[in-house]
């Protein structure tokens, strides 16, 4: 199994609409945020009024990759904002039938972050982090749908969304992320992996080391130490699918988890229960 | 009553009046019997306890002349943005002189604000953002919620509400009564009929 990425255009309830004609395994709206003041800079991510549990894990663990990653922190209800801000951006993600996101994980006017999202590095660590939401939420693979936010609308054919500080605008810089994500997403077949731990240094992977799903990693300052508690579940065969961090059925008649995501989590707890049956 | 309040609402009252009375004193001398003073609301993160919340807003007082319709009146000054002296004090907000002519106008029918802008698209190109569409949404509706008329707040462009919604991202519902233009479109022609200026219904 693989990704597929198609990008679609024009207005956004025809893209979602196109999305679900589809059969898309999920849908991804790339913004940037903005500000009156230049100092806001959080990562958030906005979901629909109807989102399933899918959407709200896949989006707060993205919103938590990007503030780890650029040192910043989270926005909205743990890295969420469900429906927008009153229902603005609501109806860019809530008209599809599959988990969608917007996501919106720097600020176009903060001047420091306005030059990572210009650079190559940081349309780089955008892209790598969305790419592994995107296998961590949706293990089976399938057609991922991108949509690059203000740009290619029918509507409104010239908006380009938030001037990034510095130069450049958010919609063509999102549209750059979206295209490296899509290329890493093709590179690399969906075969579900374990969940593992790196030490990068920058873009440089040091360390590499597979855990358990379910594993506490707890950091020491004083020592200087990363402490995996040993759980001593048996170690997660490398070809077993991955789990999905709490996936559970919305209370709204959208979409729910997909079901890779239920296979995923079930394949986890007989690894527990299996486990819990060795230790007994 | 203003003896009833709590000891922080009656220094809040008086700060305010103070604020006033020196809007009103740096007013021109023939301008003073004449002046009523407004607030607006403008973001400020040095004050905001929540930082990372663009929905927290504080007031600005304003003078205007007396004989001006207050929505408006209050619109127009908000849409005009910080002074100098409230920026380098903080204040933000996505409106600036460059801003200034955006509102077309305004009026109140039951409870309603209409407000009717010049295509902001181009000029406001971040205000569709979450943080962006907070700070623009909650700017405009505190300024006019300090009206006790005003109980929501409609946004059209060019008169077309879908135009605004839709450029925000947003679905039309309930919220915005399904962002029907007859209401602009009503009052335009009510304003045609009567050659009265549909934007000198105060608040």
Redesign the interface.
């Known amino acids: 199994m693989a990704y597929t990425v198609k990008f679609y255009k024009g207005?956004?309830l025809q893209r979602q609409q196109a999305a679900n004609a589809d059969r898309a395994v999920a849908y991804v709206e790339h913004?940037?945020?903005?500000?009156?003041?230049p100092?806001?800079g959080?990562a958030?991510v906005?979901v629909g009024s109807n989102a399933s549990s899918t959407s709200r894990n896949w989006g707060r663990w993205y919103a938590r990759a990007v503030a780890d990653q650029f040192g910043t922190?989270v926005?909205?209800d743990g890295g969420i904002?469900v429906g927008?801000?009153?229902?603005?951006?609501?109806?860019?993600v809530?008209h599809t039938r599959m988990p969608a996101v917007l996501l919106?994980p720097l600020?176009?006017?903060n001047p420091q972050q306005a030059d990572a999202i210009r650079s190559e590095a940081g349309q780089a660590a955008l892209a790598r982090i969305l790419a592994e939401s995107i296998r961590r939420f949706f293990p089976d693979g399938g057609l991922v749908a991108f949509s690059v936010g203000?740009k290619y609308k029918t509507?409104?054919p010239?908006?380009?969304?938030?001037?990034l500080a510095g130069g450049g605008?958010?919609a063509d810089h999102a549209e750059l992320v979206l295209q490296k994500a899509a290329q890493l997403l093709a590179a690399e077949p969906a075969v579900p992996t374990q969940r593992m731990l790196r030490v990068m240094r920058g873009d440089t992977l040091l360390f590499e080391t597979p855990v358990d799903e379910d594993a506490t990693l707890s950091w020491s300052s004083e020592r200087n130490l990363l402490y995996i508690a040993d759980s001593g579940d048996a170690p997660v065969p490398r070809a077993a699918p991955r789990a999905v961090p709490a996936a559970g059925k919305a209370a709204a008649p959208k979409a729910t988890a997909h079901p890779a995501a239920a296979a995923g989590k079930a394949a986890a707890a007989a690894r527990k229960t299996a486990a819990r049956g060795r230790r007994r | 009553m203003a003896g009833t309040r709590p000891p922080a609402q009656r220094l809040r009252g008086s700060a305010i009046a103070a604020a006033a009375a020196a809007l009103i004193a740096a007013a021109p001398a023939e301008a003073q019997p004449q002046a009523t003073v407004l607030r607006v609301y403008f973001?400020n993160?040095r004050l905001a306890a929540a930082?990372?919340d663009?929905?927290i807003v504080f007031e600005r007082m304003r003078a205007v002349p007396k004989s001006e319709a207050v929505a408006a009146a209050a619109l127009r000054q908000l849409f005009a943005g910080p002074t100098e002296a409230e920026r380098a004090a903080g204040y933000?907000?996505?409106f600036s002189t460059a801003s200034a002519g955006l509102l077309k106008r305004v009026f109140i029918e039951h409870g309603t604000a209409y407000v009717d802008l010049h295509d902001p698209?181009?000029l406001l190109?971040?205000?569709?953002?979450?943080?962006?569409?907070?700070?623009f949404?909650t700017q405009v509706e505190r300024t006019l919620r300090q009206f006790p008329t005003v109980r929501r707040v409609i946004l059209a462009i060019d008169g077309d509400p879908r135009a605004f919604?839709?450029?925000?991202?947003?679905?039309c519902?309930l919220?915005n009564d399904g962002c029907k233009p007859a209401p602009f479109g009503r009052r335009r022609a009510r304003a045609r009929g009567s050659g009265r200026r549909a934007h000198r219904v105060t608040a």
């Open positions: 207005d956004y913004h940037f945020n903005s500000s009156a003041s100092s806001a959080y958030v906005v922190q926005g909205g904002l927008g801000w009153a229902g603005r951006g609501d109806g860019n809530k919106e600020f176009a006017s203000h509507s409104s010239n908006d380009r969304g938030a001037a605008t958010e | 973001n993160e930082p990372d663009c929905a933000r907000s996505p698209r181009a190109p971040g205000a569709t953002s979450s943080c962006g569409a907070a700070e949404g919604y839709g450029w925000m991202g947003q679905d519902d919220t």
